[in-house]
């Protein structure tokens, strides 16, 4: 439920780690198997005397972002540096934009805690510089000590800032699996590997201080962060202890945020334009990347309604990632489109998840025999999940595990003798229910299953069982 006096913004990092260079030199961006520093060079480096040269690819991903993401593309940009010291910076300045990012003004829609559409803009998208990575020995507050490990330093960064429109945990999470799965539609990054995307949180209560938590990796951690910081400020508001604006540290093992340093303000970075780099003039890229973009997900939902035939929920559901979309789409052609939206939407995700296992570890030709036997009545609903079940868990092909675990639908002679030996043998739900008591007959259906080995319809033996039972 969103809370009305919680106000939460945004600022997302995305690596663009599908990219085959970095954002400002030629290290290659496969650093993330490799031993620490190991993918550096003098420019990623910032050793006196090297010259960053821009990676064109990267900007023309940058373009294709804001545009996905309804932003107004800036004719003009250029890069500023961004005066800072820490650890895992090595330049002591990081080369970001500032007054001109590539983007401004888009919007995503999320589904609101009311269940509704909404709308949270977007304030900027623009280019910059990821930073090396601090590795400590511990938590952050109590480490020994901590290592740092340059390989990641000058991988392309996109920073995607939202306005504070969001009003609870659950909202954000919605937000950042939004931004993901329209990510991943694009094809500019692998949000499977690490530090692919990292999240800082803005929180406060209205009237109150705003606190930042930091370089958060996980969309799960962004809610739980939040939660923590909507209990710790609610606290101390009813305690009367004074609120600063500052940064903290999310620590997923203990569940808590913890300070880090008083909020910056942007003068405390002096920015000023980078002056080994141009101005770039893109206007007239943006046409050409416009008419590259893939058709992206709120789109294919439209589609997939309009065009085979199912419910808006499910095609949702299938359009949520890619590769799910792209399942459906091939099964969809060869079976039921409706069918194959309920059996993978309902079912075949569901059975995924449990496992920990993604759509690529299912065959969609496995799929299509699946539906084909239910379409042609020789397996029930219930033998085309145990189906799916069983090839998850031991592989086989379908028909094949049809036969060796008698799936085979019985013949509707078989089903109406287990009905008239169900009722014979319940007597007292069959007492029960002529007495008044309809939900009785569930367990003369249950009955029926278990004489059928599950292999009868279910509402096909509900029905007989109601018919046997009226004629009583």
């Known amino acids: 439920m969103a809370e009305k006096d919680v106000i939460i913004g945004l600022e997302v990092h995305v690596q663009l780690n599908k990219l085959n260079s970095k954002l400002f030199c030629g290290c290659s961006t496969r650093y993330h198997d490799a031993p620490p520093n190991t993918h550096t060079c003098p420019v990623c480096l910032g050793l006196p005397g090297t010259l960053p040269v821009l990676n064109r690819g990267a900007v023309e991903y940058a373009i294709r972002v804001a545009l996905a993401l309804n932003c107004d593309i800036q004719g003009e940009t250029l890069f500023y540096r961004k005066n800072y010291y820490y650890p895992d910076l090595p330049k002591a300045f990081q080369i970001t934009q500032y007054d001109f990012p590539i983007g401004l003004g888009g919007k995503i829609l999320i589904k609101g805690d009311d269940g509704e559409e909404k709308t949270i803009r977007i304030t900027r998208v623009h280019m910059e510089e990821d930073p090396g990575r601090l590795v400590h020995a511990g938590t952050i507050d109590r480490a020994k000590y901590t290592m740092v490990d340059y390989n990641r330093c000058g991988m392309a960064l996109l920073e995607v800032v939202t306005e504070p429109d969001l009003r609870s945990p659950k909202e954000a999470r919605s937000f950042l699996d939004k931004l993901r799965n329209i990510l991943e539609y694009l094809d500019v990054f692998d949000g499977d590997l690490e530090g692919a995307m990292r999240i800082d949180s803005n929180i406060s209560l209205v009237g109150g201080e705003r606190a930042e938590v930091k370089n958060i990796s996980s969309h799960k951690g962004v809610e739980k962060a939040l939660a923590y910081e909507i ?55 943006v046409p050409r990347v416009e008419a590259e973009l893939p058709e992206l997900p709120d789109a294919k939902r439209e589609r997939f309604v309009s065009e085979y035939g199912i419910a808006d929920d499910h095609a949702k559901s299938l359009t949520s990632e890619i ?32 496992r920990d296992a993604t759509i690529d570890d299912f065959s969609p030709d496995h799929m299509v025999e699946i539906l084909d036997m239910l379409e042609n009545g020789k397996i029930t609903d219930k033998g085309a999940v145990e189906v799916i079940r069983t090839i998850l868990d031991h592989g086989g092909d379908p028909a094949g595990v049809v036969e060796a675990k008698g799936l085979v639908k019985v013949e509707d002679d078989a089903v109406k003798e287990a009905v008239r030996a169900a009722v014979k043998e319940c007597a007292q739900a069959v007492a029960d229910y002529r007495s008044g008591n309809e939900k009785s007959i569930n367990f003369i259906v249950g009955q029926v299953m278990k004489k059928t080995r599950g292999r009868a319809d279910p509402g096909e033996a509900n029905r007989l069982v109601k018919e046997a039972l009226d004629e009583m």
């Open 231 to 285: 209990t710790r400020q609610r606290s101390a508001r009813r305690r009367g202890v004074a609120q600063v604006q500052e940064t903290r540290h999310y620590d997923e093992l203990r569940g808590i945020t913890v300070t880090i340093r008083t909020k910056e303000e942007a003068h405390d970075y002096r920015y000023f334009p980078e002056p080994d780099l141009v101005p770039m003039r893109i206007a007239d890229w």
């Open 323 to 354: 590769r799910v979309a792209n399942f459906y789409e091939l099964v969809a052609k060869r079976a039921s489109p409706r069918l194959a939206a309920v059996m993978v939407a309902d079912v075949l995700k569901g059975e995924l998840n449990y």
